[in-house]
């Protein structure tokens, strides 16, 4: 071999193990600056930028339906306009208008429709499940802003969405006698949560997930309004799964109702033609609206509306009418629901007529008639009779009557009661949303809350919550009455009736 062609392949190996030598720092150094750039997919409306934060990909403030303000508020939903350059969803959006501090009365705006993707990868073959997180706040308060994606996205790999939607008097304030474009006012919230749905239905699986499976999740009023999905035919086929914890068709109003709820507020700002309300100003209407609810006890004064149009008569007989789908459903109360209203109303510990009426309207005999039963069987002692009662009437038969009718119309069900101490109104959410690297459990809360969200989980995933620690959760039927006892020592009982006061309307609060 000549010395030019000796030289030539030196050169050559040397190149070669150069190359293998910082290749991988090569690879690392790209690498780097791919994840430290901001994520970027395309939605139907154009393409939206993100963050990478823990183990997910995290897009806030998503516009998923065109603002409802100026001459659109109290209307319909519409779809978004295109925007033509990368929309920036790294921080939260602004919170639908609500009741805020004594300082500052008006907390978030009119602009507030927007909603929150967590997602631990974008391939569009991921197929991943989808949860939609629907808050509560009586439906007149709180965001999606408000609950933490990652608890489901991170260790779980369920594309985790959380909405907002429009509340109180932007909502759910009646104005169907205003003509057409008010037809639906009553349902606005309602109609938000089914455009956020059809949003998902569209986009979702530009985000990993499977929009054939997705399961809509809420609690409290993010409970009640979830379940008007299931009486409302436009929600049909956007959803597979359904999980509503303390909440179920009781805040579905009469239209009488809700146009005495607005008498109210118009009573507070001193108006006589509903047409005024059209043009007041936003901070003008939450005052009113505050006004008018008077703390917890206008927990069910607004919400959806049976207005002939999204929602017809009955949900129940809605349901029954329907059949069997084959949507999923896991529904159920918890033991000391009404310790939490209680507190926030003191009247409730020792309720007479006054208080009760102020809760459920003309509905109040009934509680009150069980109330005063429920004295001799405690004893005289009120508080405990009270907190019995109105846990019962303010929740747990409306979770029982809805296990019942949706297990009569032979749809996959599967019930709860949830007892782990405290025990109270939302106290199984910091479970729910397992999140060791955010909250503090306890040695004995640890076990507990990993396998409570491991039922979350599967239910999510499966369409059943399945086997966890060999301890089976099987469906609820009118044969088997089979719920789930969420406690230390989980098991699956048989209960051969739920409480229900047939003479109680469906509605949990009524005026005429």
Known sequence: MSLAKKKKLLLIIATSLLFAITRPYAWGQSRQKTNAQAPVTKTDNGYIKGIRAQNSFVFKGIPYEAPRTGQFRFMAPAR??????????????SVSAQPGS???????????LFLNVYTPSLSHKAKMPVLVWVHGGSMVGGSGNGENGHAFADRDSIVTVTINYRLGVFGFMYLGDLGPAYKTSGNNGLLDLIQALKWVKANIKRFGGDPGRVTVMGESAGAKLSSALIAAPKAKGLFSGMILESGGFQCIRDTMTAKLIRKRVMDRLGI????????LPTQKLIAAEAAVLGGAKGTNYFGPVMDGIILNNSPYAYVSKEGRNMVRYMVGSNENESKIFMDMDRRLYHPDSTVISDWFGINYPYCLSDYKTALQQYKDKDTLAAASVLSQYMYQMHTGRLADTLAAASRSTWVYRYQYPPANHGSELRYVWYAPEKVKYTAEETPFAQA???????FIRDGRPGIVNNINWGP?????????????????????????????????????
């Open 102 to 112: 004594k300082e500052h009365p008006l907390h978030g705006s009119e602009d507030g």
């Open 452 to 458: 409570l969200h491991r039922y979350w989980v599967q």
């Open 80 to 93: 978004h306009k295109d925007w033509p350059d990368t929309l920036n969803c790294q921080q939260f959006g």
């Open 272 to 279: 006589e033609d509903p047409r005024d309300l059209l043009d």
């Open 476 to 512: 609820y039927t009118l044969q088997s009455q089979s719920v789930m006892m969420l406690k230390a020592n989980f098991c699956l009982q048989k209960i051969k009736k739920f409480f229900n006061n047939p003479h109680q309307p469906s509605a949990c609060f009524l005026l005429r």
